[in-house]
């Protein structure tokens, strides 16, 4: 069974400039029961399916299972999640022992940064940078499925 800890931060600095590698990112969610998401993603040139379950109050831990599958699928896929497909360069930033993924985001979400460090227990300790901002784990506002259905640009409205 696959696990998945991570904290999120929002960006408030120089990050780009730190980063040894950068790629783009389509992403679109084929269910978002509201407990579960299944997401499809293509990632430079491969493509994955990825069950996530629904964090539990209080944690940052949750199941992710995450399989390679043929683009040409993934492509199929994210046809049917309609406007709803998230588009965004992730950029990896080292900083101390972990890796930062920092999401800069395009279309709807314009505007958005997110920083993300995943680790192997939900107490480790870990490096931030001085260009992390507040911490929003936990904030459903800040995860790609709610993202994809409430844009960043639209939350005035929320």
């Known amino acids: 069974m696959g ?5 999120k931060f929002l960006v408030k ?3 780009k400039s ?3 590698k950068s ?8 269910s978002l029961s509201g407990v579960n998401v299944i997401r499809v993603r293509i990632k430079s040139d491969k493509a994955f399916i990825t069950v996530k379950s629904a964090l ?14 043929p683009v040409k699928d993934a492509e199929e ?17 080292k900083a101390g ?8 985001f395009y279309g709807e979400n314009e505007g958005l940064l997110i920083a ?16 992390l901002g507040d911490e929003v784990t936990g904030n459903v506002r800040y995860y790609n499925s709610f993202l994809s259905i409430h844009p960043f640009n639209s939350w005035s409205n929320l």
């Not at 790629?23 to 084929?30: A, T």
């Not at 022992?97 to 800069?104: A, S």
Request: hydrophobic letters at 30%.
């Open 3 to 7: 696990y998945e800890i991570e904290r």
């Open 13 to 15: 600095g120089d990050y």
């Open 18 to 20: 730190k980063a040894f």
């Open 23 to 30: 790629f783009r990112i389509k992403q679109g969610y084929l």
């Open 56 to 69: 539990v109050e209080g944690k940052i831990k949750r199941h992710e299972w995450e399989y390679e599958i």
């Open 77 to 93: 896929m994210l046809e049917l999640c309609d406007s709803s497909v998230i588009d965004k360069t992730r950029y990896l930033v």
């Open 97 to 104: 022992n972990h890796t930062f993924e920092v999401d800069e």
């Open 116 to 131: 993300e460090v995943e680790l192997d227990d939900e107490d480790e300790m870990f490096e931030k940078p001085d260009w």
